[in-house]
C-alpha cells in the first residue's frame, strides 16, 4: 500500500513552454501533498504544501506564479511549470501524506524536468 | 536560518557491520525527526520517524536515537548489507519541514 506515482517521469522542453507533473496517491486518499526540487547531490528542497480544494502554501522564495499548483482531488496534484527557462531544470518529487502534517510522507519517483 | 548536518558526504563500511549515520542541526526545535532513504533517481522512501519525547526507536536492523539536547540523531544499520548502500536523509519537522543534505553510505561485500 501507499503508492505514490508521478507522470512524467522524464520531460525535455523548449524555453518558454509550461510543462504539467502529475502526482497521484494510487492506493490512498492523500490529506496533503507536498511538492519538492532536488538538484543534483543537493537535499530535497520543499516547494509548497497543498490540501484538496485550498490553495497551495508556498515556501519562502518560491513563485507562486511561475510554479501552478492544483490539488484537485485526494488523489491527484499537479505541478504546472509555467515558462520555463534553463535554470528551472531540476528534479521535482512529490509526497502525499494522509494527515495534514509532514507526518509519514509517500513519495513519488520524481520527474526529471530538463529545459533546453 | 536553521541548518542541518549530515555527518561526511559519503560512508563506506564492511558488510556486517554497524553503520552510524549523525544528523545535527541548528536554530530549530522539531517535533519529531524522520528519516529516509534514497536511491538514485528515485524518490526518498520513509523509514523511521520518532518525536522529541522519545530517545530511542527500532525498526529490524534499523535503530535511531534523538538527543534534543544535543540537538542530535543517530541513525544505526546493524548488520549491514550491500543492499543498505543508499543516501540516507533525515528530515525535521514542526511548523517547518527541512531536510538533511543526505548521506551516501557504500555496504563494501
Known amino acids: 500500500g501507499a503508492v505514490v506515482s508521478q507522470h512524467p517521469s522524464r520531460v525535455i522542453c523548449k524555453s518558454g513552454t509550461s510543462v504539467k507533473i502529475e502526482c497521484r496517491s494510487l492506493d490512498f486518499q492523500a490529506t496533503t501533498m507536498f511538492w519538492y526540487r532536488q538538484f543534483p547531490k543537493k537535499s530535497l528542497m520543499l516547494m509548497a504544501t497543498s490540501n484538496e480544494g485550498s490553495k497551495a502554501t508556498y515556501e519562502q522564495g518560491v513563485e507562486k506564479d511561475k510554479f501552478l499548483i492544483n490539488h484537485a482531488s485526494l488523489t491527484l496534484s499537479t505541478l504546472t511549470v509555467t515558462s520555463a527557462h534553463p535554470e528551472d531544470s531540476s528534479f521535482y518529487i512529490c509526497?502525499?501524506?494522509?494527515?495534514?502534517?509532514?507526518?509519514?510522507?509517500?513519495f513519488g519517483p520524481g520527474t526529471r524536468l530538463t529545459v533546453l | 536560518s536553521q541548518k542541518i548536518e549530515q555527518n561526511s558526504e559519503a560512508l563506506n563500511i564492511q558488510e556486517g557491520k554497524t553503520a552510524t549515520l549523525t544528523c545535527n542541526y541548528t536554530?530549530?526545535?522539531?517535533?519529531?525527526l524522520q528519516w529516509y532513504r534514497q536511491d538514485p533517481g528515485r524518490g526518498p522512501v520513509f523509514l523511521l520517524l520518532?518525536?522529541?519525547?522519545?530517545k530511542e526507536k527500532r525498526k529490524e536492523r534499523l535503530k535511531v536515537t534523538f538527543d534534543t539536547t544535543l540537538k542530535q540523531s543517530l541513525f544505526h544499520i546493524t548488520a549491514s548489507q550491500p543492499a543498505d548502500s543508499a543516501t540516507y536523509l533525515c528530515a525535521l519537522a514542526g511548523n517547518q519541514f527541512y531536510f538533511g543534505t543526505g548521506t551516501s553510505l557504500t555496504v563494501i561485500p
Open positions: 536554530n530549530y526545535s522539531p517535533a519529531y
Open positions: 509526497s502525499a501524506s494522509r494527515s495534514y502534517s509532514y507526518n509519514e510522507q509517500f
Open positions: 520518532i518525536r522529541e519525547n522519545e
